[in-house]
């Protein structure tokens, strides 16, 4: 399994900024790298960049930049780990670990870190083991840093390798009987959601941290975990909701975010299943964060690969409270609930409603239009049934 990260360590943190990338995307995605490690137990104390126009195959960075980092560590010597958000080949990884003395993680590694300490449920944990094996699977040979501490390699290169061999074999078989585990796991949640009756399906998406957890508590009136952290949640939590005699079944899921690797993806395509089942998305957005239109292009692309883009969204802008444009002096100047209605963001998102789901702000507005959505999909899915 990987490696657990534990309460207050130290982390240094590692960004590159390709030549058609701009410095602020850079800071973003760092900023964001920071948020995880900051999520995960850790506490960032330094952050390093390069620009690069093309990766170096041994260690990602160039060897100043690594000598650079190496120094810091040397004269901070209360250093855990150096994360990188780029993701590491394997081989980079044991460079990289061999030149700072130092645990090194990428961003797909500090993603799981994460997702296991999250995961509540049986199947969430399954999901989960299975994405951490994956990844783990490539990296065997690093982990195996005894051998180096025994010289000379006659006698021992023989059984240091049939003993990686037969981790390799063992970790091939978790994964096959995780797979069927989770095969087994789908066949009894889709028998359950085909129990659910004839109800139309609404499903909250969107990018982590949005807010979806606190909205589907909102809307639901149920208790569902919710925090200023990312991926607070990984479980799938469905609730019958009626408004205005108007029965349906809201769901809320696990948080997209940027540079999620293909694997995860696909590990986490079962819990999504609701997404792609939904007749209906309410996509949660932070409207208070600076990069928020990135934020829907990241989500937007998730749905594709999900196959779930073309269905009915209503775009619901969050935490409209904490939005601030910029006078001439770049001043951050606070909108009202109105003035974002008539905003240049409303003109380029037709199908959208401002909120501040905390505050409790416009959410009559919301479930107005969320229920003219419901009644919509109810006289199209099913025109006999009366609602």
Not at 132 to 138: A, D, H, I, N
Not at 290 to 305: A, C, G, H, M, R
């Amino acid at each position: 399994m990987i490696e657990r990260l534990a309460k207050k360590e130290k982390a240094v943190l590692v960004g590159v900024c390709h030549k058609e990338q701009k410095k602020e995307q850079l800071d973003e995605y760092l900023d964001e790298l920071s948020f995880l490690c900051s999520t995960a137990g850790a506490i960032p104390i330094k952050t390093f960049t390069q620009n690069v126009d093309h990766y170096d195959p041994a260690t990602l960075i160039r060897k100043g930049k690594v000598q650079e980092i190496k120094k810091f560590i040397e004269d901070n010597p209360d250093v855990n780990m150096v994360i990188f958000d780029e993701e590491l080949s394997p081989s980079q990884q044991r460079n990289l670990e061999k030149e700072t003395g130092r645990k090194v993680l990428d961003r797909t590694g500090l993603i799981l870190d994460i997702f296991a300490d999250r995961a509540q449920t049986a199947y969430a944990k399954t999901q989960v083991e299975l994405a951490q094996y994956e990844y783990l699977l490539p990296r065997l040979a690093g982990m195996w840093t005894h051998l180096e501490k025994q010289r000379g390699g006659i006698g021992m290169r023989g059984p240091g390798e049939t003993e990686i061999e037969t981790d390799r074999r063992r970790i091939r078989n978790r994964i096959a009987l995780l797979k069927e585990r989770i095969v087994a796991i789908d066949k009894q949640m889709t028998t359950q959601r085909r129990n659910r009756g004839q109800l139309i399906r609404v499903s909250l998406v969107g990018y982590t941290n949005a807010g979806k957890s606190t909205l589907m508590n909102l809307l639901s009136h149920s208790e569902v975990f919710a925090e200023n952290a990312l991926f607070a949640t990984l479980d799938t939590t469905v609730r019958k909701v009626t408004f205005e005699n108007t029965p349906f079944l809201l769901s809320d899921t696990v948080g997209f975010i940027r540079k999620l690797p293909t694997f995860l993806i696909e590990a986490f395509k079962s819990t999504l299943d609701e997404v792609r089942e939904a007749d209906i998305l309410l996509h949660v957005v932070d409207i208070s964060h600076p990069s928020f239109e990135d934020q829907i292009k990241v989500v937007n692309q998730t749905l594709t690969e999900l196959k779930a883009i073309d269905k009915s969204t209503l775009l619901v802008f969050n935490k409209a409270d904490l939005f601030r444009t910029q006078d001439e002096d770049r001043n951050p100047i606070p909108m009202t609930i109105d003035e974002l209605k008539n905003s240049y963001i409303a003109k380029e998102h037709e199908h959208s409603v401002f909120i501040s789901a905390v505050g409790r702000q416009n959410i009559e507005e919301l479930r107005s239009a969320m229920i003219n959505l419901i009644r919509r999909e109810y006289s199209v899915k099913y025109p006999y049934s009366i609602v």
